[in-house]
């Protein structure tokens, strides 16, 4: 009788075993296994979440560093041409120093006569 008794409490204990309940205040493996796998979800969907936000990040991150680029490539062509029409200027200035004062005055008034005609 006590190896009967014996017996079905540990067919008992064996079955509860498999429960995803709780018995009283004992966490069977069948309820530990239950809150590891709901935690684990839980956690997956966290990650997932934030993946998902890091990647929009990084996209909106590598837009910007795109349009950085173009705009440098903007300022380096402007800056290009403002180079470009200084050496111009500068070669002007040179070939107006050698012309005489009589040829400037002819060249400043046919300037302002466009500049009226606009």
């Given at each position: 009788?006590?190896?009967a008794a014996?017996?079905?409490s540990a067919t008992v204990l064996l079955a509860a075993c498999r429960t995803t309940e709780p018995i009283w205040f004992v966490a069977t493996p069948g309820y530990v296994e239950t809150r590891i796998a709901a935690s684990e979800a839980a956690l997956r969907g966290d990650y997932d979440q934030r993946l998902a936000d890091l990647q929009r990040e990084l996209a909106e991150q590598r837009a910007v560093a795109e349009r950085?680029?173009?705009l440098s490539e903007l300022i380096?062509?402007?800056?290009?041409?403002?180079?470009?029409?200084?050496d111009?200027?500068?070669q002007?200035?040179?070939q107006l120093a050698g012309l005489p004062e009589e040829?400037?005055?002819e060249i400043i008034d046919a300037l302002r006569a466009h500049l009226d005609a606009r």
């Open positions: 009788m006590r190896y014996l017996l079905l950085l680029a173009t380096e062509a402007v800056d290009a041409s403002n180079r470009e029409l200084r111009l200027a500068d002007v200035e040179e040829i400037l005055r």
